[in-house]
């Protein structure tokens, strides 16, 4: 099996109300690929619930991440970004892999994080269509597609557009 991501690191935000989907197919998705993905919450060892129901537990704390670890970082939609975007040390870690040209992949409204850490100023996206406005008036630039891949940033819309937003994921990872 081919697996082009062996050694590779990818840090994916987890807390209530994510879209279960939105983390849980990206995750198994660069697994399958060789890559090791440890999922950060608010704490660490905690069990959160997906917008579904699906729960799903922190590797670690958002407080413990330490972004030079890594090489990618994956955010899902759902509710969630919402409350993680208020904090401070989620921003940071955004900046980080921002200045080092790291993957940023955000689907749905997981653009809101990458918009509070005022990361998407004339970057070319996609996300959920409710939060178009929110992407435009942050200086993005909007597309409607399934996936958009702009240098390191990978953006997709909703679940249905998974597999394209995971090749742009695995074309970014595998470039680097």
């Not at 929110?134 to 891949?149: C, E, F, I, K, S």
């Not at 742009?168 to 595998?174: E, N, Q, R």
């Amino acid at each position: 099996m081919d697996r082009p991501l062996t050694g590779k690191r990818i840090l994916a935000f987890v807390g209530d109300i994510y879209e279960d989907l939105e983390l849980w197919y990206p995750k198994l998705r660069m697994i399958e690929a060789g890559a090791e993905v440890v999922v950060a919450g608010p704490e660490a060892g905690k069990s959160y619930q997906g917008k579904n129901g699906y729960p799903a537990s922190s590797d670690i704390a958002i407080a413990d991440a330490k972004p030079d670890e890594y090489h990618g970082l994956l955010v899902p939609g759902g509710f969630m970004p919402d409350k993680l975007r208020r904090d401070p040390q989620v921003l940071e870690i955004v900046r980080h892999f921002d200045q080092a040209g790291k993957l940023i992949a955000a689907i749905c409204h997981g653009g809101w994080i990458p918009i509070s850490a005022g990361v998407y100023r004339g970057v070319q996206v996609t996300g959920s269509p409710g939060i178009k406005d929110d992407l435009v008036n942050a200086g993005a630039l909007w597309q409607d597609a399934p996936v958009v891949v702009d240098r390191h940033y990978v953006s997709s819309r909703k679940p249905d557009d998974l597999p394209e937003f995971c090749r742009g994921m695995l074309a970014v990872l595998t470039s680097a």
